[in-house]
């Protein structure tokens, strides 16, 4: 039989974490074996999810390629589709199209200083490029990750951020906004930009990935510049909406971009290339 | 392959259309209603509506319809079985009575729908589709096939161009691809040999408005003119341009719920619209008319020639004829051309 | 016509309002809007019975309100839609000025909106003669006959909303048909959803729908829409004493009284 590019592949929801205030982590795995052994991503790509009857909405893949057998995504339950996924339960079924987009370029980071910078919800895009890069840790100088969210409730894997935490080999620095901190949070309090500003990491020999609300990312990016980080080294993620996800359906087209075809990874310069429709 | 000219008598046209019946062939073909003249299946020849300039819509409908189930789906508890694209409900079709800009526009479709993934069920419509086309003897103002590549006789994309030779003349058949040559091969007793025929001077005069490729060019330095937001402000923002036009593609994905079971399908969508950037947060990257109509106008002429080497737009004017506000494309795209930067 | 185009100079040259909405010869034998910015743009401004597109759908367009205080030249349809839409605060005396246009062409200032209301108030919605009949042809069918009717018309709309987009009323910024949460009408044309999408446009325009045929107009497929909205222009005359806009936002299905006689509205 042939499927068409609109087939999803089903699959079983193994695990509901929940993250944050709305925001959950599912645990997918392929219920057609050999779906999943056929199946092959890259960090940064992503996928429709799909609840039936609802429709599909778009997610990056939050696991990492190392890890084989499942993959996640983290969402933010906010529309109609979220919302229907939000109301599933372990074992449920849903569907899944993809993997969709380009990847960030970890081959072309080895031997480099990586610093992850990201805010809010924004994690998910990043966890799967960070675990990738931990996972293949050897490749890769310094890691520095900075996190910040809103309030500590709304900062996301919890469980990870301990276990990055006590590792030696990469650098945490979590913050959030001020006010948004508990008596006893020990992490920076502060806007993202300004505490990368303090931090400081050094430009040298690295690459930046920024992912994030576009305010942060706005304010991020004169920071790097001004710490020295060259246009084609900093990265990060578009957002447009998208319906199909293979640069068909038109919604996710800037210029002469098909963010879900040629992004969701983009350099700075690219985006400088840009009009400035997302 | 080499295109062969063929005669058809003008009485025969109606028996080539009974002997496509007869041979189980779905035929849509233009028909009136309400004074407007769009692509409907037909069963017999006298239905067939003669007097118009074009269609209201394109054909682009048959092959490429408003809504198109991808999948059914059953839900049972927890768990769910889905069905896929029936591609046996694919049959073969004939699409009678369309004009050069048209078929010009399958081409251009076919580019959207295969410059990289590959969509079967486009592909599964096309390749079953027979496109007999005819080439046209009037025109009007909101015309400019020859502006963009075309001509009112132009063979890109028919399997049979047909065109009529005076006004109470026979047909000029030219078949041009092997779907042509077995139509041919159903009823070749009424495609007689024929000298060679000059055509040209039947064919409806479409002079040459602008050049595309100099608004290619311009366009590449134009997005942020004040010209956009002066063209558009009349704009309505509706989708009627985008829906009438044999080119547009852009689409919506949709479920449709009946309690356990149900169906996805894809459903035309148009750049025109507000809410069709917009994000779940509220935020939208194109959030005024004039930004829409830039997309537009900037898809068709600058995107779709840099990335899929076809321009997204064959002149028939629909969307001019078809606007409530009178947008008219023809005059946007000359003032741009007159434009100094 | 010099009548008009001296006063929408006059408008502009004293900066009394940014732009002047009118109409102008456009392609074919159409006309279309025309917005005044300055003086000699005014020249090409017309007036006559081609002239039936209603100009009010863009006092509430951002574009065009972002301009400024603005004038429309108004007929009898496009002045009920004014006062409709003052009566819905999406236009006031401090953003527009209405230059009236009398059945005979002739130009008529009016001071305030309250003089339009006026102006307006001297006529009765009638529908014409030629709709009066199919209504007419409608009331006397079976019901199955009724449905194989709107199904015939219905089906072919590709829900493009040309027709909602031309309805001065229609200015919603998110239309239920846009809503997903819940997905009151569905996305894609079919018999049945197309049939809900045009019975509850009908319905939001009861009472505020001003006859003024701009939906059906637009239609780029002809499909005889506004014969829904007259006929609940009928029924809300016959169950409710007939509509009549006005400023002071009595509107006939939106109106909440807390002792009305219904007790659905509880
Ligand atoms: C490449 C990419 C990766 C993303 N990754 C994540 C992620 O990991 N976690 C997460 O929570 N969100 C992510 N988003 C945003 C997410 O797609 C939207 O929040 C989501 O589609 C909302 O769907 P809904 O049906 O609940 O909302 P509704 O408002 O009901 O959505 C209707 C439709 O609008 C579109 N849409 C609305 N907002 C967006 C948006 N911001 N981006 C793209 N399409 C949108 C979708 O097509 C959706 O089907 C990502 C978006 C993109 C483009
Ligand atoms: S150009 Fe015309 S048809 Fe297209 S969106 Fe604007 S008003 Fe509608
Ligand atoms: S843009 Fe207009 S003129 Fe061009 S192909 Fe589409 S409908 Fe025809
Ligand atoms: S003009 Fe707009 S609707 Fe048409 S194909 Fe291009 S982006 Fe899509
Ligand atoms: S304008 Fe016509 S085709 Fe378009 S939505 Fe309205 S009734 Fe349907
Ligand atoms: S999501 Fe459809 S073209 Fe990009």
Redesign the pocket.
């Known amino acids: 039989m042939i499927d068409s590019l609109y087939m999803p592949y089903l699959m079983r929801i193994e695990k509901i974490t929940c993250e944050a205030p709305g925001v959950k982590t599912f645990m997918l795995k392929f219920v057609n074996e050999e779906d999943q052994n056929n199946f092959a991503f890259k960090a940064g790509q992503f996928g429709e999810y799909s609840v039936f009857g609802e429709g599909e909405s778009t997610f990056c893949i939050a696991s990492s390629p190392t890890r084989k057998g499942y993959i996640e995504c983290t969402f933010r339950q906010s529309g109609k589709v979220t919302n229907a996924l939000a109301g599933c339960e372990e074992g449920s079924v849903i569907g899944f199209r993809g993997p969709y987009g380009n990847i960030f370029p970890l081959d072309e980071w080895k031997g480099k200083n990586i610093l992850f910078i990201a805010g809010g919800i924004a994690l998910p895009p990043m966890r799967c490029v960070i675990w990738n890069a931990l996972d293949t840790r050897e490749n890769f100088k310094d890691i520095t990750i900075v996190y910040g969210a809103k309030s500590v409730n709304d900062l996301v894997y919890k469980n990870e951020l301990k276990e990055w935490e006590i590792r030696d080999d990469v650098r945490l620095v979590t913050t959030v906004d001020p006010g948004g901190e508990t008596p006893d949070w020990k992490g920076e309090v502060g806007f993202v930009p300004s505490i990368v500003e303090k931090i400081a990491p050094s430009a040298e020999n690295t690459v930046a990935v920024v992912c994030g609300p576009p305010v942060m990312i706005k304010f991020t990016f004169p920071v790097l510049a001004k710490l020295g980080f060259r246009d084609e080294n900093v990265f990060t993620t578009l957002e447009n909406r998208m319906k199909c996800g293979f640069g068909k359906c038109g919604h996710c087209n800037v210029g002469k971009v098909y963010v879900c075809k040629d992004g969701p990874v983009f350099t700075q310069a690219q985006l400088k290339e840009l009009p400035d429709e997302y | 392959m080499n295109i062969e000219r063929r005669l058809v008598r003008k009485d025969s046209l109606e028996k080539l259309f009974d002997i496509l019946r007869q041979n189980k062939k779905t035929v849509f073909a233009p028909v009136m209603k309400n004074g407007k003249a769009s692509f409907k299946p037909v069963g017999s020849f006298s239905s067939i509506a003669e007097d118009y300039i074009q269609t209201t819509q394109?054909s682009k409908e048959v092959i490429f319809p408003r809504v198109e189930k991808f999948l059914d789906y059953e839900k049972n508890g927890k768990e769910v079985s889905i069905k896929g694209f029936d591609y046996q409900s694919v049959t073969e079709t004939v699409l009678w009575g369309v004009r050069p800009?048209d078929t010009i526009?399958f081409g251009t479709l076919n580019s959207i729908f295969n410059w990289d993934f590959k969509d079967e069920i486009f592909n599964a419509r096309l390749s079953k589709t027979i496109i007999l086309s005819f080439s046209c003897n009037k025109s009007d103002d909101?015309c400019?096939c020859t502006s963009?590549g075309g001509n009112p006789g132009s063979t890109a994309g028919s399997d049979i161009l047909f065109t009529k030779l005076g006004a109470d003349g026979d047909y000029l058949a030219e078949v041009v691809t092997e779907k042509g040559q077995a139509i041919v091969a159903l009823a070749s007793e009424l495609f007689e040999k024929t000298e060679s025929v000059e055509k040209e001077k039947f064919l409806a005069n479409v002079p040459v408005k602008f050049n595309q490729e100099e608004i290619r060019k311009k366009l590449e330095k134009f997005f942020k003119s004040s010209q956009w937001v002066e063209q558009s402000l009349k704009c309505l923002g509706c989708g009627a341009?985008a829906f009438?036009?044999?080119?547009?593609a852009c689409f919506d994905i949709q479920d449709d719920a009946h309690g356990k079971i149900g169906s996805r399908m894809r459903c035309w969508d148009s750049c025109g619209y507000s809410q069709f950037t917009v994000h779940t947060s509220g935020h939208n990257p194109r959030s005024v008319q004039s930004q829409r109509w830039r997309q537009r106008i900037m898809h068709?002429f600058s995107y779709m020639p840099e990335r899929l080497s076809v321009y997204?737009?064959?002149?028939?004017?629909?969307?001019?004829r078809a606007c409530p506000a009178d947008m008219n494309?023809?005059e946007h795209l000359i003032s741009i051309q007159e434009v100094k930067i | 016509m010099d009548d008009l185009r001296k006063r929408a100079k006059e408008l502009i040259d004293t900066s009394a309002v940014k732009v002047v909405i009118g109409y102008e010869q456009g392609t074919g034998n159409k006309t279309r809007a025309l917005f005044v910015e300055n003086s000699e743009v005014a020249d090409k401004l017309i007036f006559d019975s081609r002239c039936v597109q209603n100009l009010a759908a863009y006092v509430t367009k951002q574009e065009v309100k972002s301009k400024g205080k603005m004038a429309i030249t108004a007929t009898l349809p496009v002045m009920r839609a004014i006062i409709q839409l003052a009566s819905e605060f999406q236009v006031n005396d401090d953003n527009l000025i209405v230059i009236g246009i009398t059945p005979e062409s002739k130009i008529i200032d009016f001071k305030n909106l309250e003089e339009v209301e006026t102006y307006v108030h001297q006529f009765q919605i009638e529908i014409d003669a030629r709709n009066r009949e199919i209504l007419d042809k409608l009331d006397k069918m079976t019901p199955s006959e009724r449905w194989k009717f709107w199904i015939d018309e219905l089906s072919p709309c590709f829900k493009c909303y040309a027709c909602r987009a031309a309805c001065p009323m229609c200015y919603c910024s998110r239309c239920t048909v846009d809503f997903n949460r819940p997905q009151w009408i569905p996305v894609s044309s079919n018999e049945l959803g197309n049939l809900e999408w045009h019975f509850m446009r009908a319905m939001h325009l009861t009472g505020r729908c001003v006859d003024c045929d701009a939906c059906a107009n637009a239609c780029p497929l002809a499909i005889p829409i506004n014969l829904l909205t007259k006929k609940m222009i009928e029924d809300a005359k016959s169950d409710f004493g007939g509509y009549q806009p006005s400023l002071k936002g009595e509107n006939l299905l939106s109106t909440f009284k807390p002792d009305d006689k219904e007790n659905f509205i509880q």
Do not use: E
């Open positions: 394109s800009c526009g909101y400019f963009v341009c009438v036009c044999p080119t547009c068709k997204g737009c064959t002149g028939c004017g629909r969307c001019s494309i023809l």
